[in-house]
């Protein structure tokens, strides 16, 4: 039979297997489909000879081939059985939200998302809003509704009405993914880079450049640059250091740029100012270019700064910003993962998945090695 040579001539499923035998049947039968083993319109076999050629219940073979017929890979044809589809259509219409996106690293998720919804015979639909969140908000609680999609891919905008709107989602029984942040106290995927240690990384890059007064500007309340302000912290500790200052970002970010350049004016007047800055983000550092230049300060003589995702507006500053750089487009691919892998029953409804993907220091020109 064609379906017993597709799992490997009568492999048996053990009981004992964490994972469900429906769900290894699918995964071996998708590899083979996704190999071009087998071609549009070839017969699989039906769904008796599957269940006797591989020891399974009627109903395990059953489940596992509707799990490539929703993904479009698999179709029944009543009374002959189980064939490749002939024309492979995308089932799966995955939503990307984001509040907005000038905010180029959402752009980078979408292009991961993308390419790894392909795999999976889905299409990412991108939707943008301008800066908007009470529209942000509005347009996740209707998520539910919506006919042209049954999932969706959310970038956090960390507040309380983001929250509360997942809140919804799940009463709903809406299947998402969030990236930007970890999640721990919601169900669903979440996905980030690991902040914390980007942090670390950040603030050892300027110890090791010879900097001992270090200053932070960033929004604190916000849990990623928290992590990044907490990482940065415990290097500064294990060298018996603290922050020299802490310019806490509490505003809008459309008054960011007039609060650094408050501060630092402020900083250069009493003296105080550090050797280096540590930005939340590539955005708070481009305000600290700016800052600098109407100060009269230069850049790295004066002050050294280093940012965090790798915007490319890091690459475009003069001189070039050094920065920690974030996986976007990974983060895109990992997200597109846990979704489908959450339609399909791989994740635990009720524990989820947390992802903290590793984040590493792009060296330019915006640090002066210290004498």
Not at 25 to 46: E, H, M, Q, W, Y
Not at 213 to 241: C, H, P, Q, W, Y
């Amino acid at each position: 039979m064609i379906c017993a040579i597709l799992l490997n001539m009568k492999t048996k499923i053990s009981k004992q297997n964490s994972i469900p035998a429906y769900i290894r049947i699918a995964d071996k039968l998708r590899t083979v489909i996704k190999d071009n083993s087998f071609k549009p319109g070839d017969f699989i076999g039906t769904e008796v000879e599957l269940s006797k050629d591989n020891s399974i219940t009627r109903m395990t073979a059953r489940r596992a081939v509707q799990i490539l017929i929703d993904e479009g890979l698999l179709e029944r044809q009543p009374g002959k059985g189980v064939f490749v589809k002939q024309t492979q259509e995308s089932i799966h219409q995955i939503k990307l939200l984001s509040c907005n996106l000038n905010w180029m690293p959402s752009i980078y998720i979408g292009q991961g998302m993308k390419l790894q919804a392909e795999k999976y015979n889905a299409e990412v639909i991108l939707c943008d809003f301008s800066g908007n969140e009470e529209e942000y908000i509005k347009a996740i609680v209707d998520l539910p509704k919506s006919k042209e999609s049954s999932s969706a891919v959310l970038v956090s905008i960390h507040n309380k009405a983001f929250y509360n709107a997942l809140l919804k989602l799940e009463l709903a029984n809406y299947k998402y993914v969030v990236v930007d942040e970890i999640l721990n106290e919601f169900p669903c995927p979440s996905i980030s880079s690991d902040n914390i240690q980007g942090g670390k990384l950040a603030v050892q890059t300027l110890l090791n450049c010879g900097h001992k007064k270090i200053g932070f500007i960033g929004d604190v309340g916000v849990s990623t640059t928290e992590k990044r302000f907490r990482g940065g912290a415990t290097v500064l500790a294990e060298n018996s250091l603290t922050y020299s200052c802490i310019i806490n970002l509490t505003s809008a970010d459309s008054a960011w740029e007039k609060d650094v350049l408050h501060n630092l004016r402020l900083l250069k007047k009493s003296n105080s100012l550090p050797s280096a800055f540590f930005c939340s983000c590539d955005a708070v550092a481009r305000y600290v270019y700016r800052a600098a230049n109407k100060l009269g300060l230069a850049i790295p003589d004066d002050i050294s700064v280093i940012g965090f995702d790798d915007d490319p507006i890091a690459e475009w500053l003069s001189p070039g910003l050094t920065t920690i750089r974030q996986p976007f487009e990974k983060i895109g691919e990992e997200a597109i993962d846990a979704l489908m892998n959450s339609i399909n029953g791989r994740i635990d409804e009720n524990e989820g998945t947390t992802i903290e993907l590793p984040v590493y220091c792009v060296d330019r020109n915006s640090v002066k090695i210290m004498k």
